[in-house]
């Protein structure tokens, strides 16, 4: 089981968890959007990291960035699992024709 895995263990079994005492409960206990809201900020702070080129600080942010990814989608329902699956359906497939499959909008 990967790091990612447990990560998303975590998660799930923190949705049930109580608010005061759990970081991750206490975001999901804030619903959906300001999960949405935390992840959007965490992307920002790995974005300028990149842009720094500050190697440790860009880790430490991705890490950040991969977790409030599961929290946000725990939000909604979204596990990890239908991620990995929607991964091995793209696998070996061109980005820019699996692009084009997309519906718009």
């Not at 991705?62 to 599961?70: G, N, Q, S």
Request: proline share 3%; hydrophobic share 45%.
């Amino acid at each position: 089981m990967s790091a990612l895995q447990r990560l998303a263990g975590t998660i799930a079994a923190r949705q049930a968890a109580d608010p005061d005492n759990s970081w991750t409960a206490r975001l999901l206990a804030k619903g959906p959007e300001k999960c949405a809201e935390k992840f959007g900020e965490e992307a920002i702070e790995a974005v300028i990291e990149a842009v720094r080129g500050d190697r440790a600080a860009l880790t430490a942010e991705a890490a950040d960035v991969l977790y409030h990814l599961l929290v946000m989608c725990a939000a909604r329902g979204v596990a990890l699992a239908d991620i990995e699956a929607e991964l091995t359906r793209r696998e070996g497939q061109s980005g820019i024709d699996e692009k084009a499959t997309r519906k718009p909008g």
